[in-house]
């Protein structure tokens, strides 16, 4: 064998993708199939939903834009305009953003790890997270640890969080907290203003102790319940200059083309050269991974975010999609609560989580009956984007008997 011994009996398949892959070929058999693993929107009959907008932007890429490198950091005008997404109401935010384009938000987070963590190190996240955040890390060399997500209330457990970074600031003398939210993948939760401020206390009460950053996954903030999704940024201003503040942006969700892979990394340094170290170690890895992203897919985005009559159509369209999804939101708490299922509060978002202890048993089980979720250590992953509304109710009994 010459693989190296590390890299010798890992999967050919991330298992989400498998289990996917598993319930439409059992659908193209024409068994009756309701399939709660894709983390993707699709409308009620199946298809893959897909803002016009979005698409005619793409298809409205000129070849001779298609064709070329881009640069390796990104073009310009796209990492402007993701800075200006993020921060429209945070101009002190703005005014430090140093940004990198990404191939989707996992390539921001793959930045992340490989750029605030040493070799052997471990970021810190919810013990509820996205399985890729581990195979991430193991391609990085680094490892992952994990604090207790939620308290006796329900609640985030901001007292674990402090415990696990007291630890990790001990150990290895820096600390990289990864935080999804709003609609976390995989609960569904979103966390409130107070938890925000408590973890924003946390970190500066432990930034003396040594580097400290906080990456905030924003894969689906655009899909959150609220009127104003990024209103949890209010709350993270005071970690300006004391604790490190990235963020993971991905077209993905937001306007529907999963494929296109366009994403960046966007970090917020009032110091001057730290902020233009930062860019350079963006860049590098940039040209030491993939090396550049796709031209025409940055073009595309670039035109959703600033072009006036683009931006108000594809949010409309949007927010039809968000409804859609908020049905089946409301839906499923009804049936859900009925069927007296745990799990943590759900306002919107793609997935939600339903805690049972024979989780792996359980969806081995809901696979015989043609549902399938997602298992994780003591709970169910449900991606409830993919399921129709009228097959809720089959989804919640399977979860329940």
């Known amino acids: 064998m010459h693989v190296i011994p590390a890299h010798q009996g890992r ?26 693993t894709v983390g993707a929107l699709l409308h009620d009959d199946g298809r893959l939903a897909i803002l ?33 997404d993020l921060f429209k109401d945070q101009p ?53 640890a994990t604090f207790n997500m939620f308290d006796a209330e329900g609640k985030l457990d901001t007292a674990a969080l402090d415990r696990a970074l007291a630890e990790q600031m001990k150990t290895q003398k820096r600390a990289l907290l990864i935080l999804n939210d709003p609609c976390h ?41 609220r009127p104003d999704p990024r209103a949890f940024m209010n709350e993270l201003r005071p970690l300006l200059g004391k604790v490190g503040l990235a963020f993971a942006w991905s077209a993905s969700k937001t306007f529907t083309h999963y494929g296109l892979r366009v994403g960046a990394i966007v970090a917020c340094i009032p110091d001057a050269k730290e ?62 609560k009925a069927r007296g299922l745990k799990y943590p509060r759900y306002e919107g978002g793609f997935f939600v989580t339903v805690f049972i202890d024979d989780a792996h048993e359980r969806a081995v089980r809901m696979k015989e009956q043609g549902v399938f979720v997602v298992p994780a250590k003591g709970a ?20 329940a008997t």
């Open 11 to 36: 999967p050919s398949d991330d298992p989400i993708f498998a289990l996917n892959k598993e319930a439409t070929t059992r659908k193209a058999r024409g068994e009756s199939i309701v399939n709660a």
């Open 52 to 84: 016009p907008t979005a698409a005619r932007a793409v298809h409205e890429v000129s070849a001779e834009e298609w064709a070329p490198y881009a640069p390796i950091a990104g073009a310009p005008d796209f990492l402007a305009a993701v800075a200006n």
């Open 92 to 144: 002190d935010m703005l005014a430090c953003a140093a940004a990198a384009a990404t191939p989707g938000g996992s390539g921001a987070l793959r930045h992340a790890i490989a750029n605030y963590l040493e070799p052997g190190q471990s970021i810190l996240t919810t013990s509820f997270f996205w399985g890729p955040y581990q195979t991430l890390c193991d391609e990085a060399d680094r490892k992952l």
């Open 185 to 225: 993948n995989p609960t569904g939760y979103s966390m409130t203003a107070a938890e925000w401020r408590a973890v924003v206390e946390c970190l500066l009460a432990r930034s003396g102790d040594g580097p400290i950053t906080l990456l905030c996954d924003t894969a689906y903030f655009a899909y959150a319940a």
């Open 275 to 336: 902020r233009a170290a930062t860019e350079a170690a963006f860049s590098y890895s940039c040209r030491g991974t993939w090396s550049n992203c796709t031209r025409g897919g940055m073009s595309a985005i670039t035109r959703l975010l600033t072009e006036p009559a683009m931006a108000k159509s594809s949010d409309a369209e949007r927010e039809g999609l968000k409804a859609l999804l908020g049905a089946r939101v409301t839906a499923f708490n009804h049936a859900a």
């Open 380 to 399: 169910l992953r449900v991606a409830l984007c993919s399921v129709a509304e009228k097959d809720i109710p089959r989804l919640v009994d399977a979860l």
